[in-house]
């Protein structure tokens, strides 16, 4: 059962990081999309919330 909730905080974790990644590089390598860059950064803490909400569910 630990490694299940291990995988499933992991998986939140990646998704979060990929997000931040995604809304880095939307800011600094491409040209006039400051606002998708916000809206996707706008992700992390809703998929970190999304993530405490489930795991508080499951238990």
Do not use: H
Not at 20 to 49: D, H, K, M, R, Y
């Amino acid at each position: 059962m630990p490694t299940k909730n291990r995988a499933f905080n992991y998986l939140i974790i990646l998704a979060t990081f990929i997000s931040f990644l995604v809304s880095v590089g939307l800011w600094f390598f491409t040209e006039n999309n400051q606002q998708e860059a916000i809206f996707v950064g706008i992700w992390v803490p809703s998929i970190l919330c999304l993530g405490i909400l489930l795991q508080v569910a499951r238990d």
